[in-house]
Structure formats: structure tokens, C-alpha cells
């Protein structure tokens, strides 16, 4: 039997053919390759524990040994200037002083609270015989009560049965009215008859003497109070008169 040659188309043909199956082998080649190496790639070795049951404790050791040294200098200058206000206000609770009650005349004679006005009820009243002047007498006034009180004017004195009282000499009213604190005294001089002989008109001799007191803005201060006179009594007569109320004793028998 005899072969026949093969036609020039059909070694064309045969030619494709086998290129084409190498290309494929060689893709799949190539294929292969990479799933090896990305497969190997996600694979990690795992480290195996060091002998001795050491777990995992680091016994190395090292050191460090360094200088640092630096120098630096800074030089700066500046200006400022700067402007404030502030206000303020506040309030807070004040402790008013406590009040202190009011003076009395027991413990403050000189408050104004406490002074009254010297009368019967409050002083006593003495009558004494003196030699100069003559035919003077000195009335004596002591306050006896537990506050101040106030002589105001002169006295209006009583002789007896007598309807007036005596006049005032005018020249002996003081610069202030006087005060008595308790147990202070003040001093009042009367001239009993005209003269040194004696010889005013009317003249008597009277035993009895009863001292009347004024007040403020009256002639009616309160109660009188009697003095007593010598057992003879004394000779008075129409001349008779009255200083006003004086501080000291000589300033009463000045007149």
C-alpha cells in the first residue's frame, strides 16, 4: 500500500495546530507558577520556644553611652503697654451698734434726762446770820435728792405774815443759771433793813421764814421748803431785798 505524500495545505494546517498547543501549555505553565508562589507567600514559619522553658522572656542586654552637651544663648527685648478699669460693687449684712440704754440720774447726775428743777421736795434750805455785811443773812441750799437740779432766778422769801415778797437787786444775777449736783450746795444773801442803823421804814422783827422756789419759765418751781431762824428772830423792814441764787458764798454776800 502506498502512502501519499501530504499536501503543502494540509502541513499548513498540521503547523497551526501544534503552535496553538504549545501556546496552551505554556499558559498553563505559566499558571502554575504563580498559584506556587502566592501560596508560599501567605505561609508564616512559627518560631520554636527556646530550650530551657524560657517563655519568651528577652535575657539580652546592652547599654548606651552618650554625651549631650550644648550652650545657647537668648537675648530679647520687648515693650508692652497695657490699659485696665474695673468696678465693683457690694453689699453685705452691717451689724448696727447695739443701742445702750438711756443715762439715768443714779448713774449720770448731769444728764440732761435727769435734771430737775431744785425745789422743797428736793433740797434743804438753811438761814445764817452773818456780820458783813451787816444787817445781811446767808440762805444756804443744799441739794438732798439723787439728781441734778436747777436754781432758777432767786428766791421768794416769806417773812412771817408778810402779803409780798422781797425784791431782787438786779446786779447780782449770774451769767448761768446754777446747778447742783446731789449733795452740792448753792447761796443766796439778804439785806434785812436799809443801812447800817437799821433805819427803813416799817422795820419788825419777824421769826418765822419760808423759801419759795421758781422754775423754768414760771415763778412756780414746786414746793417751798421753811428755814429756820434764830430763836430772837430778826429785824427786817421795807428796805428788805434779795440776791439771786449764786455758785459761791462770798459771790451772794457781795451785795
Known sequence: MSIAAPTRSRVRLLTAAATVALAA??????????????????????????????????????????DNTGTGTDTGTGTGTGTGSGNGTGSGATTKPKPQPASTGKNNPTAATSRVTCNGST?????????????????????????????????????GEAQSVPPVIDDSQPQAVVSLSPGQSAYAGVALSGGDDGGGANGRTEKTLEVFFQGRNTNDGGPGAKAALPAKGVYVDDSLKVTYWQQSMSDALTW
Open 25 to 66: 501549555l505554556s499558559l498553563t505553565a505559566c499558571n502554575n507558577g504563580d498559584r506556587v508562589r502566592d501560596e508560599g507567600a501567605s505561609q508564616q514559619p512559627s518560631k520554636s520556644a527556646p530550650a530551657g522553658g524560657d517563655s519568651g522572656k528577652d535575657t539580652s542586654a546592652g547599654s548606651t553611652t552618650g
Open 123 to 159: 433740797v434743804k434750805v438753811t438761814a445764817q446770820s452773818v456780820s458783813r455785811p451787816v444787817n445781811h443773812m446767808l440762805l444756804t441750799v443744799t441739794n438732798t435728792g439723787s439728781k441734778r437740779c436747777d436754781l432758777y432766778g432767786y428766791p421768794a422769801l416769806r417773812f
